[in-house]
């Protein structure tokens, strides 16, 4: 005797309770049975299959569920709520029917709302299985309002996409707490436009080692720790001879490496004399500092801190509140510069790169007190050891997409911030037929194959408007700092600056819908050492 379809069997079993939710909506699985067609696009198409299950002879309708066991087996046991964020795909019908085959709930919100909504309806379904793109797993496990969601009992997450970055699924479960299960969408465009990404970046990293050529990792991370030695201290003693952060007693060692742990909150070093703790705000008052300037003498505050030549410690509604270090000579700030010109000079850059910061530092007590006026911004000093070797990676990259660019219309390039007359950028096309591509340096209102700019700003502020401007399927080259850049404290705009700024754009930009982000040069690489990168990122 013929046996009932197991998909069949497993709805009527569901009876009255719900099957599929949608839209605010509950279709029971008596009511998927009996052709009630839920609202959206995912939704309906699963009634409709449903329908057409029902309708196969018994031994057909065994062969199809074969693979919907499969699935149904990684689902795992009872109970199950699965959220189901794709759009109308083979894949996503046949997850949400392996769940309905398991006896759980398929809840299908809208793919297209925004992040927090999305973990809004998460939180409030109590789902225990979610499937969604890899791109929106990323984007939602680096959700800054994550935290304030309750998914306890999510316990499986299926992400579908290219093979993905261990520093990816690391991030997720730890921000998740769930398990991770990568499924591979075979032959996908999305791959295909990975599989191009990642050549293009071993070929451009190719065409630029020659420029790291007699650089070593122990020399730029000696140059580093000298320079942010040397930057610091030279701070201190611009605030000292203000009549500040002065103190009696051992005071704490400067940064002895380019990336120290931050200083504790508390202060729990020797004691420093009698002066009290100060807030921020007295120590600009006492150093005339003008409402200008009281923004950068607040990072030079924050750094000095968080490297350990001044204490900070929580004042309550006071804020931080800071102590200083025993007064340093003008001769110790001079030799605290030595060993990084001796450093730099040894094949990284031209005495003059340095030569500008120092002059720099002479002129901040005037700048503070405002009676010398600000100067433009300069570019971080360690920029100019770097700037061969990513300017030719990043003009490998540009002419790697004209050379692929087979599209009716020309390739358009959109070049912010140029440095220069003649770029990379500009370099990079005129190699190419100038009918393949445009090379804008302003925005027109459209879209853009290519975006090349430079970082200024916070990473979340100015990754959302970069990743704007491109069209689908285009690649955003981002120069940005990987590490942090001190002496921008100095001479620069230090507005972006933070402590492990890689970490910051790499999330801005998987925030901002960036499915994959590489960064050139690759870690470990003494040119990535000076601090600078290139961060090359595709939208879908």
């Known amino acids: 005797m013929a046996s009932t379809p197991a998909l069949v069997s497993a709805l009527r079993e569901l009876g009255d309770r719900p099957a599929v939710v949608a839209d605010g909506r509950a279709i029971s699985g008596i009511g998927l049975l009996l052709g009630v067609s839920p609202p959206g696009g995912l939704p309906r198409a699963l009634a409709e299959r449903v329908a057409a299950h029902a309708a196969l002879p018994p031994s057909t309708a065994r062969a199809a569920e074969e693979r919907l066991r499969h699935w149904a087996g990684v689902l795992g046991p009872a109970p199950i709520r699965h959220t189901v964020l794709h759009p109308v795909t083979d894949l996503a019908v046949e997850l949400a029917l392996a769940t309905l085959l398991a006896g759980g709930t ?12 999305q973990l809004t309806a998460l939180a409030a379904s109590g789902t225990t299985h979610l499937s969604l793109p890899s791109a929106l797993l990323w984007q939602l496990s680096r959700h800054p309002g994550l935290a304030d969601h309750d998914l306890g009992a999510l316990r499986l997450v299926l992400h579908v996409g290219p093979e993905p970055r261990q520093d990816d699924v690391y991030a997720a479960v730890d921000a998740l707490g769930a398990v991770l299960a990568h499924v591979r969408a075979p032959h996908s465009q999305a791959e295909a436009a990975d599989r191009r990404l990642h050549a293009d970046a071993r070929s451009a990293t190719a065409a630029a080692w020659k420029h790291s050529i007699g650089i070593t990792a122990e020399q730029v991370s000696a140059f580093g720790a000298h320079l942010d030695r040397a930057v610091l201290t030279t701070l201190l003693h611009t605030l000292q001879q203000a009549g500040i952060l002065v103190e009696a007693g051992p005071g704490p060692a400067p940064v002895s490496g380019p990336d120290p742990d931050p200083a504790p909150a508390s202060d729990t070093r020797p004691d420093r004399g009698s002066v009290p703790a100060r807030s921020e705000a007295e120590l600009l008052a006492s150093a005339l500092v003008t ?16 490297h350990g030549l001044i204490a900070c410690q929580d004042g309550g509604a006071q804020g931080p509140l800071y102590r200083g270090a025993p007064e340093l000579a003008p001769a110790a700030v001079r030799e605290a510069w030595r060993p990084a010109v001796d450093t730099w000079a040894d094949g990284l850059g031209s005495a003059t790169v340095l030569d500008r910061v120092r002059r720099a530092a002479l002129r901040l ?36 997409t004209a050379e692929a660019h087979h599209g009716p219309q020309p390739l358009r390039v959109l070049e912010l911030d140029r440095d220069g007359t003649e770029t990379a950028v500009a370099r990079a096309l005129a190699a190419r037929p100038r009918q393949n591509a445009h090379h804008h340096l302003a925005p027109d209102g459209g ?5 090349v700019a430079t ?55 998987t925030a901002a819908g960036c499915p994959t982000v590489l960064t050139l040069p690759e870690a470990g690489h003494p040119m990535g050492l000076l601090g600078q990168g290139l961060f090359v990122a595709r939208v879908d």
């Open 106 to 117: 398929v809840h299908c919100p809208d793919p297209g709302l925004h992040p927090e909504e």
């Open 365 to 400: 007590p005037k700048l503070l007190t405002g009676d010398e006026a600000p100067r433009p911004a300069a570019t971080p000093v360690r920029w100019a050891a770097a700037r061969s070797y990513l300017g030719t990676a990043l003009g490998t990259l540009v002419r790697a």
């Open 455 to 509: 970082a200024a700003g916070r990473p979340e502020e100015e990754v959302p408007t970069l990743v704007e401007l491109l069209a689908p399927g285009g690649r955003l080259l981002l120069l940005a700092p990987v590490a942090e850049q001190l002496d921008l404290l100095i001479t620069g705009d230090p507005r972006g600056l933070t402590a492990h700024p890689a970490e910051h754009w790499q999330s801005a930009l």
């Open 291 to 306: 409402p200008a300037q009281r923004p950068r003498v607040s990072r030079w505050l924050d750094a000095l801190a968080r």
């Open 447 to 451: 879209c853009y194959d290519v975006v």
